[in-house]
């Protein structure tokens, strides 16, 4: 986006040309990203559209990723932004490996770096248009967390992102246990991720499910879910509805 800055210079006011850059809306998204703990770690669940505006352009984009040893990171919003967001993160690893004392940086370094990244960001109108999850297990200590574009940030035991904090939150308050097993946690991610895909028009049936525990992150492949359409509220949604429409 270019823009003329005006200048007050002695005799008048002349126009300077200015090039900035802004992310005024976004262009390619992506939708809800899930997480838990579980006994043994972390489960991050998420799908693999990418929107471009309202239509699915994108099914094959990835949004979960390992960052160094013990993080697992996931992010809905803008495609760009959280691949800018990928490379700050690549930098911080690289700047801690060059240290070589041994220690490394742990999920609760990396969500408390990128809040303060992502609430720079806003303070100069220019935001990265991204909600971040960020789990992890360091030293047998599981960590999960989320910040919000705008530097909102808290831990829980269970996160979700878009649409998923209002379809997928209750059914985790009132399913999750802390000593879900690896099958039962993964069975419950699954059941949100159906829900959303039913009731989130961004949301398509191509899904990866990534778990975090102190051995590494392991990535599912891509798979679907089984689905069932036939509700009698799909098939005709009208029915019993009151108003012009």
Known sequence: ????????????????????????YPYVTGTSVVAIKYKDGILMASDMGGSYGSTLRYKNIERMKAIGK???????????DFQEILRYLDELMLNDNMWDDGNSLGPKEVLNYLTRVV?????????????????????????LGMVSMIGVSFEDNHVATGFGNHLARPILRDEWREDLSFEEGVKLLEKCMRVLLYRDRSA?????IAKMTEEGVTVSEPYSLKTFWDFKAFTNPTVGAEGSW
């Open 1 to 24: 986006m270019t823009f003329m800055i005006p200048i007050e210079n002695g005799n008048g006011v002349k126009n300077a040309e200015a090039d900035s850059q802004r992310t005024l």
């Open 119 to 143: 609430y720079n960001r806003r303070n100069k109108f220019n935001p990265l248009w991204n909600t971040l999850v960020v789990g992890g297990v360091k030293y047998g200590e599981k960590y």
């Open 204 to 208: 398509i049936n191509k899904l990866q």
């Open 70 to 80: 013990h993080s697992l990171l996931g992010a809905s919003g803008e495609i760009s």
